[in-house]
């Protein structure tokens, strides 16, 4: 079995831009491959793609890890509520941004945070169960409620401590090759800077 790889340049290197004055141009190469770098982690991480999970999800696909496709699950799509996708993916919307998981929460305020989308979301199920058509279907309701419930949590825990600013900054720091290792005096070789 191969494995595929996301190319984010299409097969092709982007060409090298023109430097600036006084610039070197493996300089600004350098400089536009660490963007093109820290936009693509960005996008593979962006927690709003999670939006887009929950719906197809909560509709009772999968996807597909060969063909990257969403499949059924089982024979009929799931007949969740238009309204009651909307209601959700709206609330979820603003819980589910870069801003969310790039921030740096404290396990106490996470728990509050999840705390507080628990009773909204169970509010809602409540107050509009007749109108999302789950009057007496408790399993149904508690399937779309670990589903979207779980996502949220998993992209919050991202955020513990500043974990997911951190992996990403580490990740996109692009030592600069083409700057030749300037001579250390004697404190720098003592002190190791």
Excluded: H
Excluded at 58 to 81: A, C, H, M, P, R
Excluded at 140 to 166: C, H, M, N, P, W
Aim: contains cysteine; glycine residues 4%; aromatic residues 8%.
């Amino acid at each position: 079995m191969t494995e595929e790889y996301y190319d984010p340049y299409g097969g092709e290197m982007p060409s090298q831009p023109t430097p600036m004055p006084g610039q070197r141009s493996d300089e600004v190469y350098s400089a536009v491959m660490q963007e093109k770098r820290v936009e693509n982690i960005l996008e593979q991480v962006n927690p709003e793609r999670l939006i887009v999970e929950i719906e197809f999800r909560l509709k009772g696909y999968k996807k597909n890890q060969f063909t990257k496709k969403w499949e059924l699950i089982g024979k009929i799509e799931k007949q969740v509520s238009d309204e009651l996708i909307c209601d959700f993916l709206s609330i979820l919307s603003a819980n589910l941004t870069n801003n969310t998981t790039l921030s740096n929460f404290a396990p106490d305020e996470i728990n509050r945070l999840m705390a507080n989308l628990i009773r909204v979301l169970i509010d809602i199920i409540r107050e509009k169960s007749d109108i999302y058509k789950l009057e007496d279907n408790y399993a149904e309701r508690d399937r779309i409620l670990i589903i979207t419930l779980s996502t949220v949590f998993y992209a919050l825990k991202r955020a513990q401590g500043g974990l997911e600013s951190k992996r990403i900054f580490n990740s996109t720091q692009i030592r600069d090759q083409f700057t030749p290792q300037k001579e250390k005096g004697i404190l720098g070789r003592l002190l190791n800077i």
